[in-house]
């Protein structure tokens, strides 16, 4: 230490006589060290000077250590004192002092003496004259000392003990040796070691400063929720940004009110809430998803994904059968039952496994899917495809009755409907394959089946009609050999001027030429009742008021208003002959039955075409689904994902593979997805971030 700093010697004489058992000692001595004395020392020069090594305060501190008193005399001239009083016996015996301004002074129990010191003090026990070292017991005072000229040294070999407040008048501490850092050490350290320590917090504060995280920021506005970073209570939660709550376990809150109620859930957005079920997703301004059942209710389940703005994902505990699987994705959609999708803007989906997809679709009942703008399934299970289509009640119809008969159908109570358009807004289904047809066949038919059934018909019509027509050639035959005898009857009958008796009796006769050509005619009559025809026109009429309407080539057999039926008809065999009813139903029945094959078979072929458009559609939402797509953590890496899906009878698996280039502007994803229907998709995407 330095001239002008000061340390209290009591330590150092504690420890050095502390060192010795009190009960070893004589009683005399421990008298001495408890009874008053007075040792009064000075230096030369100092009356009137201020006193810079405060030797009249270690004065005081020596006899505190010695259990005496001691006090510093006025100055005297000269550089040297010498010291006074014989030696005593005891603990501090007095010896010849030597050397210059050296002084030793024994003094003993219960006596009191004075002693003019020189520049240097040294207090030795049971005389001994020990110089450093050795274990021995000593203090020096003064300018020429063991230490540097104007110093104080204290020595305890034990440690030197600090009691009450040491000043140090504002000077330093020098020649300072390393203190022990560790967490129970009290040691002083040094300036070195502060040094060092200053350092290693400027290194600290370079590396976070080059460190530091670019392209992200925090608003310091106004202090709000979470300011405190207290908005994450779950088990690994997350919560950033003002008000930002994360209350289930590993949840995750990320914008300013978002919430992360439940286990696993993630909620990104202003006012986003993911509160309802285990690892739901809202992402998105106002995006929810919640459920009503309570947590721990073993119908609920997990899942509810609502991205985009204001979308709503939710169960309602008044289904018992309420679950996850819930998503809406778009604006202000609503999605809720387990299963239920809403995709686009304003759609609803509000039973479980329905899907609406479009601009305010509506698919309100249990399995209802409405695809496309204003689109309404309004029962369970219906479909409503395209914009603007419409699902009405089923219309059941089970059989028909053509001809007498009854003709069954397959499929004749219909669960539910689907609708390509709405009254009056009707749509064609167009590329429809052609359908089975048979008798228990459901198939959509097709306009060519269709066709081949009306060619079919066409066909039968034809050759009925060439009958028909036959039959009344060989009518008109007849009916010209009957005008052959109806002229002679008549010439007869002009050449008679009998009375009616003997037309009657002509009539007769003409009724045994009848039997003898096998044509039998009702030739009685007058006036208007006579059958007439047109001369030159080769017809006939049979028949009283029977004309051929002035026709040509015709058999009548009655008149526009008085019509015959032509009864006993063979069955015709040429193309030629007429045909009977009988045979008339037959083709009628078989045209039917084909016409129906044909359309069994369109319908057939419709369903099937629907069943495989339900089918596709299903893959493709599991394909969508299955799609991954993560984000490598830093530049230059890559992430290679495999996902699979299901959605109802579709399952879907798919890889994908995204990397972030060196600069970490650029990303580029590139995926591919099969489903179990066979189809296959393919998907790329380029993203630039700034």
Known sequence: ?????????????????????????????????????????????????????????????????????????????????????????????????????????????????????????????????????????????????????????????????????????????????????????????????????????????????????????????????????????????????????????????????????????????????????????????????????????????????????????????????????????????????????????????????????????????AGGIALGVNARAARASDVALGAGSVTGAPNPFASIVLGGAVYGFAGGSPASVVSVGAPGAERQIANVAAGQLSGNSTDAVNGSQLYAAMRAINTLSTSTQTSIVNLTNQVGSLSTGLSVTNGNVSTLSSSLSTTNNNVATLSTTVQKLGNTTAAVADMRGDGSDKPAVTPGTNSAAIGARSNDDGRSNVVSVGNATQQRQITNVAAGTEPTDAVNVDQLNQGMRQGVSQANRYTDQRVDAVSQSLHDLSRGAYGGIAAALAMPNLTPSGPGRTVVAVGMANYKSGNAAAVSATYRSENSRWLVNAGFATTNAGDRGVRAQLGYEW
């Open 1 to 365: 230490m330095r001239d002008n700093e000061v340390t209290t010697m009591k330590h150092a004489i504690d420890q050095r006589w502390g060192q010795q058992p009190w009960g070893k000692r004589p009683a005399s001595a421990a008298r001495g060290l408890v009874a008053a004395h007075a040792l009064r020392c000075g230096l030369p020069g100092m009356s009137g000077r201020r006193d810079p090594l405060r030797l009249s305060r270690m004065a005081l501190s020596i006899a505190a250590a010695l259990g005496m008193g001691m006090a510093m005399p006025a100055a005297r001239a000269g550089n040297i004192f010498n010291c006074e009083g014989a030696g005593q016996s005891g603990w501090f015996s007095a010896i010849a002092g030597s050397g210059n301004g050296a002084w030793t002074k024994g003094i003993s129990g219960g006596g009191a003496d004075s002693c003019n010191g020189g520049t240097g003090i040294t207090i030795q026990e049971n005389n001994s004259t020990g110089g450093v070292g050795a274990g021995q017991a000593y203090v020096w005072v003064g300018q020429t000392g063991y230490n540097a000229a104007g110093s104080v040294t204290l020595y305890g070999p034990a440690g030197i003990n600090l009691q009450g407040t040491t000043s140090l008048n504002g000077n330093k501490i020098t020649k300072l040796k390393e203190g022990l850092l560790n967490a129970s050490s009290t040691d002083a350290v040094n300036g070195a070691q502060l040094y060092q320590t200053n350092q290693n917090v400027a290194a600290l504060a370079a590396s976070l400063s080059s460190s530091q995280t670019h392209f992200v920021s925090i608003d310091g506005d106004a202090q709000q929720g979470n300011y405190g970073s207290n908005g994450a209570s779950g088990y690994h939660a997350i919560a950033i940004g003002p008000n930002a709550l994360a209350g289930g376990k590993q949840a995750v809150a990320l914008g300013d009110g978002a919430n992360a109620g439940n286990d696993a859930s993630v909620a990104i957005g202003r006012a986003a809430s993911a509160s309802g079920f285990n690892q739901g997703v809202a992402i998105g301004a106002s995006n929810t998803t919640d459920g009503g059942v309570k947590p721990g209710d073993p119908k609920q389940g997990g899942g509810l994904v609502a991205i985009g703005q204001q979308n709503t994902a939710r169960t309602l505990n008044s289904d018992p059968f309420s679950g996850g699987g819930i998503v809406a994705l778009g604006q202000g959609n609503t999605a809720q039952g387990q299963g239920a999708v809403a995709i686009g803007h304003a759609n609803m989906a509000t039973a479980a496994g329905a899907i609406a997809v479009g601009d305010t679709a509506m698919a309100m009942q």
